[in-house]
Structure formats: C-alpha cells, structure tokens
Nanobody
Framework: QVQLVESGGGLVQAGGSLRLSCAAS????????MGWYRQAPGKQRELVAR???????NYADSVKGRFTISRDSAKNTVYLQLNSLKPEDTAVYYC??????????????WGQGTQVTVSS
C-alpha cells in the first residue's frame, strides 16, 4: 500500500498564492509520475499538472505560467506552487502518484484531497 498525505490548501484572495505538498509513503519500489488533479463542484476531475521521474512536466492550459509543479525524489514528495490564483481555481485538489510496488507490480494512488478556495 502507498499512502499519500496532502497539505497546503486553504482560503486565499484572488491574486494570492498557495503551495500544496503531497508526501508518499509505504511500499514503494519506484515512482514514475506524480501529479495534481482538481475537481470543482459540478465538474469532472481534471489534470492540473504532473511530473515524471525524469523531470518532464506538463500542465493544463488554464494554469500554464501560474502554477509550478516540482518534486523531491529523496522525500517522495511533490509540490504544486499556485500563483496568481483566480476564483475559477477553486476546487478540491488531489494528489496522484503512479509507480511500482515491486519490479513488476504497479500502483496508482490518490490523496484524500485538499480544498483550495479563491475569493474574488
């Protein structure tokens, strides 16, 4: 089992910043990709950003230039820096980590979610 613990959500005014963290622990042989998704009320969950083990990143068009994803491989932790926040960024943000338990057993784990609320 792989457990994910998220932190860093909260209430912020438009234009403000937040930093989300997600630490993975448990039976981990290798982490291949770490990412953040979000789900606003009445909407489907969507990818915000992800980063691979090689450092390759990709972002949703709506957050490019404002959000930055990074990872600390030694700590199995992924971060999401959210700058220039807009009310439309309000959502529950979920951490997702994919990798291997062992050489041949994959895992795909989700965090419990952290609320980000941006007031106008």
């Amino acid at each position: 089992q792989v457990q994910l613990v998220e932190s860093g959500g909260g209430l912020v005014q438009a234009g403000g910043s937040l930093r989300l963290s997600c630490a993975a622990s448990g039976r981990i042989f290798r982490i291949n990709v770490m990412g953040w998704y979000r789900q606003a009320p009445g909407k489907q969950r969507e990818l915000v950003a992800r980063i691979t083990s090689t450092g390759s990143t990709n972002y949703a068009d709506s957050v490019k230039g404002r959000f930055t994803i990074s990872r600390d491989s030694a700590k199995n932790t992924v971060y999401l820096q959210l700058n220039s926040l807009k009310p439309e960024d309000t959502a529950v943000y979920y951490c997702n980590v994919g990798g291997l338990f062992t050489f041949w057993q994959p895992f795909d784990s989700w965090g419990q979610g952290t609320q980000v609320t941006v007031s106008s």
